[in-house]
């Protein structure tokens, strides 16, 4: 059984900077490319920004310049540092994962449970 799970939402204002975390645990043999995506109310889900296991990262034009993503890979953990936010940025933010689990050949996509976060102007 593999669990991600999620810290760091809250509400905050415009211009600040806001951390999420996102850790796996479990039954893990490998992880590979981690990520966050978010969803805005009446909005589809969409792709954050993701980073590889080999450190490769990749963002959303939105967020360019503004959040950076990292990874611990010794602890199987994911950090999203959000700077200069915007009221558009207000969304669930939801982390996931491909891993391969112990006693498994084949890689499965987890989910964390989604963490809110609001930017008032």
């Known amino acids: 059984q593999v669990q991600l799970v999620e810290s760091g939402g809250g509400l905050v204002q415009a211009g600040v900077s806001l951390r999420l975390s996102c850790a796996a645990s479990?039954?893990?043999?490998?992880?590979?490319?981690m990520g966050w995506y978010r969803q805005a109310p009446g909005k589809q889900r969409e792709l954050v920004a993701h980073?590889?296991?080999?450190?490769?990262?990749d963002y959303a034009d939105s967020v360019k310049g503004r959040f950076t993503i990292s990874r611990d890979n010794a602890k199987n953990t994911v950090t999203l540092q959000m700077s200069s936010m915007k009221p558009e940025d207000t969304a669930v933010y939801y982390c996931?994962?491909?891993?391969?689990?112990?006693?498994?050949?084949?890689?499965?996509?987890?989910w964390g449970q989604g963490t809110q976060v609001t930017v008032s102007s």
């Open positions: 996931y994962a491909e891993v391969r689990p112990t006693m498994s050949p084949y890689i499965y996509q987890y």
């Open positions: 980073i590889t296991s080999g450190f490769a990262t």
């Open positions: 479990g039954s893990i043999f490998s992880v590979n490319t």
